[in-house]
Structure formats: structure tokens, C-alpha cells
């Protein structure tokens, strides 16, 4: 599957266990990002507000104040949360807006010089923030702009310069990673590409296996695999799909036998392919041991960034491979199951059997 940083570039409404563990943190470095309401009182707060907090069930969480007035809250006159945002959440946010707008590189030192910061505040708040260093972010963005333009039909060469790549050679040494193929192949919609794919039964119903020469790059589970099979086509359009049901049949078998709780460990070779973020986040998922759970923030503490839970969460919602990268190990800090790609009666029917029940 090909990574995408949105999750890490766009500044959108954290999940909702993040939400509740920075409000019962009362972290000023959310302020600005969302506020939340408190259904007792009526009214909104920014994350960082001094007052009470509130009971976990009584609150709900809103992109913007304009989002919590419509839903017929009011300001809270302690926090303010309609004044400015917070001056840590205001530099970060300046400097993501510099690093989009950059046409081309620049050093940590120009833009912490242009923002009129420290460059070594500027680095450790903004990774802490976003998961990203400030060079990690742009090139991020580049990488974005330029999947763009290789889904508009530019030529490569166009693409990459309007992305803001130097060169040819800068382009390509790290295009097969954060692509998943060559930027030619990638223009093509994944021509060239051979994957082999099998639908079967499995407890949780029918699944999806999916596999370049290298490993599983999709298992997922639904309904029907007519949708299953679209799903994987929307992925990798153009590249050369078909059904193998034989040359999987091992791997398959294997799946079927750990979800029956007939094996223990599922190791299977993996082609999952995201950004060197979600890597990190997807490796630190299978280190959780079978029969435990973890927290957001607690996979947060495990990659050593424990200020990205919402870039942590985000990676999580964008595992590819089920199961066998077990982001279903991951449930709320309150003890609740939170959200689950493969719908929660799955998740729930994991953990039961990965907890012996």
C-alpha cells in the first residue's frame, strides 16, 4: 500500500482518546488545535483551560469554536478559548504554513531565523507536535505535491521540479520507499506491478490477502469480496491484479489457524508500504505481546515521541495489513475499545481471544 502523509501535514480533529488524554493533561499545546465541551455546563474550553475537569462521559470534542456553537455551547470565560491560540501551537503553525509555502529547501536555520525563534526550540516543539522535524515535514510535503502531479499525468521530470526537487538523483534514491515503486510506475497507476490476491473464510468473516514478490502489502476483512477486491483495485489500479488462491493457500492457512487461536504468532513477509513515521509506529505494534493492549500515548512513549499521539493514531488508522501488524492491541486510555478499521465486533473478537476469552 502506498503511505501517505496527510494524516501528518493537515491539521484536522485529533481522535478522541487523544482529545481526552490532553485535556486531562490540560496541555496548552493543543490549545488551538480543538476545544472541547462539557455537557454539564454548556459550555467550551480550550485543551489547556485551569478550570475542574470534567467526567470523560460528559465531554465532546469540536474542530474550532465555531463547531462548538453550533452545537449550542458557549465560550468559557476562564480559558477564552476564542482568543488567540496558544504562542507554542501559533510558532509551529507558522512554521508548517512557511514550510508549505517554500518553494524551495529551507535549512532549519532560515526558518527558525524568519520566525524569529531558536532553531533548537523550533525543532523540539515541532517534532513533539507533529512527529516530524521540520526537514522530515518538507520533504513530506514535497512528496506529496509530487504524487500529485504524477496523478494529473505530468511527466515525471515536470512533476518533480514542481515539487520542489532539486534533482533527478534526489528524487529517486528514496522514491522506491516512500512510493512503493518507481515514480514512473506510480505515475501509471502501478503499471508493472504483479499482486496476487485470495478471498477466504476466516472467524472474522471473509478477509483479503494481498502480495507483492516481497510480501503481504493488504490483508483486510469485510463483507463480500467483490468490495474487498475493489478496495484492493483502488490502491493499485493499473497493476496487474489476479487471484491466486493456490500460491497463497499457506499463508492463508496460517491466518486462519492464529485466528482460531490455533497458533500463537502470525509472521508473515511483509510489503506494507509507508512512511518512515508509520514504519516506526507499525514496528512498535508488533512488539506488543499477544494478551496485551497499549494506549495511544503509550505507543507514543514506545517510538521515543510521546507528544505525537496524533500522528501515532493516524499511522495506526493506516495500518494496511491486519493482524499481523496488530493495531488492535490499541484501546483507549479509559479502558474502551475506540475505533477499529475493521469494524469493533472484530476488535472485540481479537482481544477476547488473545485475552483467553
Not at 486531562?24 to 472541547?36: E, I
Not at 453550533?70 to 507554542?88: K, L, M, Y
Not at 503553525?93 to 517554500?102: K, M, P, S, T
Given at each position: 500500500?502506498?503511505?501517505?502523509?496527510?494524516?501528518?501535514?493537515?491539521?484536522?480533529?485529533?481522535?478522541?482518546?487523544?482529545?481526552?488524554?490532553?485535556?486531562?493533561?490540560?496541555?496548552?499545546?493543543?490549545?488551538?488545535?480543538?476545544?472541547?465541551?462539557?455537557?454539564?455546563?454548556?459550555?467550551?474550553?480550550?485543551?489547556?483551560?485551569p478550570a475542574r475537569r470534567p467526567r470523560r462521559e460528559g465531554v465532546s470534542f469540536y474542530a474550532g469554536s465555531a463547531a462548538a456553537r453550533a452545537a449550542g455551547f458557549r465560550a468559557c470565560r476562564r480559558c477564552q478559548p476564542d482568543a488567540a491560540a496558544h504562542p507554542r501551537?501559533?510558532?509551529?503553525?507558522?512554521?508548517?504554513?512557511?514550510?508549505?509555502?517554500?518553494?524551495?529547501?529551507?535549512?532549519?536555520?532560515?526558518?527558525?531565523?524568519?520566525?524569529?525563534?531558536?532553531?533548537?526550540?523550533?525543532?523540539?516543539?515541532?517534532?513533539?507536535?507533529?512527529?516530524?522535524?521540520?526537514?522530515?515535514?518538507?520533504?513530506?510535503?514535497?512528496?506529496?505535491?509530487?504524487?500529485?502531479?504524477?496523478?494529473?499525468?505530468?511527466?515525471?521530470?515536470?512533476?518533480?521540479?514542481?515539487?520542489?526537487?532539486?534533482?533527478?538523483?534526489?528524487?529517486?534514491?528514496?522514491?522506491?520507499?516512500?512510493?512503493?515503486?518507481?515514480?514512473?510506475?506510480?505515475?501509471?497507476?502501478?503499471?508493472?506491478?504483479?499482486?496476487?490476491?485470495?478471498?477466504?473464510?476466516?472467524?472474522?468473516?471473509?478477509?483479503?490477502?494481498?502480495?507483492?514478490?516481497?510480501?503481504?502489502?493488504?490483508?483486510?476483512?469485510?463483507?463480500?469480496?467483490?468490495?474487498?477486491?475493489?478496495?484492493?483495485?483502488?490502491?493499485?489500479?493499473?497493476?496487474?491484479?489476479?487471484?491466486?488462491?493456490?500460491?497463497?493457500?499457506?499463508?492463508?492457512?496460517?491466518?486462519?489457524?492464529?485466528?482460531?487461536?490455533?497458533?500463537?504468532?502470525?509472521?508473515?513477509?511483509?510489503?506494507?508500504?509507508?512512511?518512515?513515521?508509520?514504519?516506526?509506529?507499525?514496528?512498535?505494534?508488533?512488539?506488543?505481546?499477544?494478551?496485551?493492549?497499549?494506549?495511544?500515548?503509550?505507543?507514543?512513549?514506545?517510538?521515543?515521541?510521546?507528544?505525537?499521539?496524533?500522528?501515532?493514531?493516524?499511522?495506526?488508522?493506516?495500518?494496511?495489513?491486519?493482524?499481523?501488524?496488530?493495531?488492535?492491541?490499541?484501546?483507549?486510555?479509559?479502558?474502551?475499545?475506540?475505533?477499529?478499521?475493521?469494524?469493533?465486533?472484530?476488535?472485540?473478537?481479537?482481544?477476547?481471544?488473545?485475552?483467553?476469552?
Amino acid at each position: 500500500m502506498i503511505g501517505s502523509m496527510n494524516e501528518l501535514i493537515q491539521v484536522v480533529l485529533p481522535d478522541e482518546e487523544t482529545c481526552w488524554q490532553a485535556v486531562a493533561a490540560r496541555d496548552g499545546r493543543y490549545d488551538g488545535v480543538f476545544v472541547f465541551g462539557v455537557h454539564s455546563t454548556g459550555i467550551y474550553c480550550r485543551p489547556g483551560c485551569p478550570a475542574r475537569r470534567p467526567r470523560r462521559e460528559g465531554v465532546s470534542f469540536y474542530a474550532g469554536s465555531a463547531a462548538a456553537r453550533a452545537a449550542g455551547f458557549r465560550a468559557c470565560r476562564r480559558c477564552q478559548p476564542d482568543a488567540a491560540a496558544h504562542p507554542r501551537a501559533q510558532l509551529v503553525e507558522r512554521a508548517r504554513q512557511r514550510l508549505d509555502a517554500a518553494e524551495e529547501p529551507l535549512s532549519l536555520a532560515q526558518l527558525a531565523g524568519e520566525l524569529g525563534a531558536s532553531p533548537t526550540y523550533l525543532q523540539r516543539i515541532f517534532k513533539a507536535d507533529t512527529g516530524l522535524s521540520p526537514s522530515q515535514y518538507a520533504a513530506a510535503r514535497r512528496l506529496e505535491r509530487l504524487k500529485q502531479g504524477l496523478q494529473q499525468g505530468r511527466t515525471v521530470t515536470t512533476a518533480l521540479y514542481d515539487a520542489g526537487f532539486g534533482s533527478a538523483s534526489r528524487l529517486y534514491a528514496g522514491a522506491r520507499q516512500a512510493l512503493g515503486m518507481t515514480p514512473g510506475v506510480y505515475r501509471r497507476g502501478g503499471v508493472g506491478m504483479e499482486i496476487r490476491y485470495t478471498c477466504f473464510d476466516t472467524v472474522l468473516g471473509r478477509a483479503l490477502l494481498a502480495a507483492t514478490q516481497h510480501g503481504v502489502c493488504k490483508l483486510s476483512f469485510g463483507e463480500e469480496d467483490a468490495a474487498l477486491a475493489a478496495d484492493l483495485a483502488a490502491e493499485f489500479p493499473h497493476a496487474a491484479r489476479r487471484e491466486d488462491a493456490a500460491g497463497l493457500a499457506a499463508w492463508a492457512a496460517a491466518l486462519r489457524a492464529h485466528l482460531a487461536g490455533d497458533r500463537q504468532t502470525l509472521e508473515l513477509p511483509l510489503d506494507a508500504r509507508g512512511t518512515e513515521f508509520q514504519q516506526r509506529v507499525w514496528a512498535a505494534l508488533r512488539q506488543i505481546p499477544c494478551g496485551q493492549t497499549r494506549s495511544y500515548a503509550q505507543l507514543a512513549e514506545a517510538i521515543g515521541q510521546p507528544a505525537a499521539v496524533r500522528a501515532v493514531a493516524s499511522a495506526c488508522a493506516r495500518n494496511p495489513v491486519a493482524v499481523v501488524t496488530p493495531c488492535h492491541r490499541i484501546i483507549r486510555s479509559d479502558g474502551s475499545l475506540g475505533g477499529y478499521r475493521w469494524g469493533l465486533e472484530r476488535k472485540q473478537a481479537l482481544l477476547k481471544r488473545e485475552h483467553g476469552g
